[in-house]
């Protein structure tokens, strides 16, 4: 599999290559900056992991978190 484009709303916001058996999320805008370089099993994960980081961004306050078992984090 070679890089492919991670969009959100029509914006390209990254994009997942090959590394470690994984893909690892390369973030091209700032907006997604907290998901630069996680690996995900596919890039349906890595899309489902933007649109849950901008969902939450969009509501003020609300922590920012990923289920630890891929490879998430927590941030308030």
């Not at 907006?31 to 489902?48: I, N, P, T, Y």
Request: glycine share 6%; no cysteine.
């Amino acid at each position: 599999m070679n890089k492919q484009v991670i969009e959100f709303d029509g914006e390209a916001v990254g994009v997942v290559v090959p590394d470690a058996g994984r893909l690892k999320f390369v973030a091209v805008k700032y907006h997604v900056w907290d998901l630069d370089s996680r690996r995900f099993r596919s890039a349906d994960e890595a899309r489902a992991a933007v649109s849950r980081l901008m969902t939450a961004r969009d509501i003020p306050d609300a922590p920012i978190s990923l289920p630890a078992a891929a490879g998430g984090y927590a941030a308030a």
